[in-house]
């Protein structure tokens, strides 16, 4: 609710005012059991830090983040520790993630120990469950991640996120950094993991195609905010928000030809350090008008398919135009 990310640059002697990266500002969502929510946006445009900020692996400049009911941002470090339990992240990066000094069987024991999920011979059990769980078998338990193809390191990271028996993961990027064939096993994993343990998700990703496939709810993002948030299906469908549409746009196309007015937002994203006044997009957007750069617009229900909206002209309809063949000369 209202989770807001401000990081402060120092302010070197001879400045008075000290600059602030506005990473994340305002952000508010819920995902049930069960559900994913996907989070996606251009690089830079805050959802890692609200992924971070969540899990309060960053602590939250402000607002409020309940993990069934319980309010994480005001824990104790104690109490913090043992809500950890409940909420796990899985990362971009398979191998960075997993220490290459311990073997697969040291990597799911230590979180098990540390919360204390189960001791001895049935920690023991537990962790080859795990690896059954996740596709992996008893022979990889002694192995080291160097001897893992990049699947399975991420294989390997999500039995330790599943190791506490959480109620919520946050996936940030989870198969961006894995070939394209591998990308589908890990993403019908996370699905089948989901159903059988009713698992919650946070799905970070900057990959429309896959969020297209996993996601429940899709909240976009930029520069900090979220601008649209929708049933994916509504999302992918008619997408209100311009900063959407572009990004829709700019993924692959299933029919070649046919492109949105609002191609591919142009120019690269103003930075959170100087958010543009009024709506962050208005540079870029081609439906900017004079009241967007004035004035931010709020999220607000656009539509009956439930979509949150910020954006002045959201009601508008979507200007589509056929691309035509440049004349041959
Ligand atoms: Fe574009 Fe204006 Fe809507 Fe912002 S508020 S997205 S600038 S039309
Ligand atoms: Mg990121």
Redesign the pocket.
């Known amino acids: 609710e209202s989770l807001t990310k401000h990081f402060p640059l120092g302010g070197g002697m001879f400045r008075k005012v000290k600059n602030v990266v506005q990473a994340v500002s305002d952000v508010s969502f819920t995902v049930a059991a069960g559900e994913t929510l996907a989070i996606v946006g251009e690089s830079g445009c805050g959802k890692s830090t609200t992924g971070r900020a969540i899990m309060r692996l960053l602590e939250p400049t402000a607002g409020s983040v309940k993990l069934d009911g319980e309010e994480i941002t005001e824990m104790s470090p104690g109490k913090l520790q043992a809500a950890r339990r409940n909420m796990q992240m899985v990362f971009q990066d398979p191998f960075g993630s997993l220490n290459p000094r311990m073997t697969v069987r040291e990597t799911l024991m230590e979180p098990i120990l540390l919360h204390g999920v189960a001791s001895g011979e049935r920690a023991q059990k537990w962790v080859t469950d795990l690896l059954k769980t996740v596709g992996l078998s008893e022979h990889h338990a002694d192995r080291y991640p160097h001897e893992f193809s990049g699947g399975q390191r991420q294989r390997i990271c999500i039995a330790r996120a599943l190791s506490t028996r959480p109620r919520l993961i946050v996936c940030d990027e989870p198969v961006s950094a894995l070939d394209v064939s591998v990308q589908a096993q890990i993403v019908n994993l996370l699905q089948d993991l989901q159903q059988k343990l009713g698992l919650a998700y946070v799905f970070i990703s900057h990959d429309l195609s896959v969020v297209r496939h996993i996601a429940d709810r899709v909240a976009v993002m930029y520069l900090g905010r979220i601008v649209e948030q929708a049933p994916a299906e509504q999302l992918f469908a008619d997408p209100r ?3 959407t549409r572009a990004l829709i746009s700019a993924a692959p196309r299933p029919v070649p030809g046919l492109r949105t007015a609002v191609e591919a937002a142009e120019g690269d994203a103003p930075s959170a350090l100087n958010p543009p006044s009024g ?1 962050a ?2 540079p870029r ?1 081609p ?3 004079a009241e ?1 750069s004035q004035a931010r ?1 709020e999220l607000r229900q656009v539509g009956d398919g439930g979509a949150l909206v910020a ?4 009601d508008e309809p979507a200007p589509v135009v056929l691309e035509t063949a440049p004349p041959a000369s």
């Open positions: 928000h311009p900063y709506c997009f208005h957007c439906l900017a008008t967007c617009p954006c002045h002209h959201a």
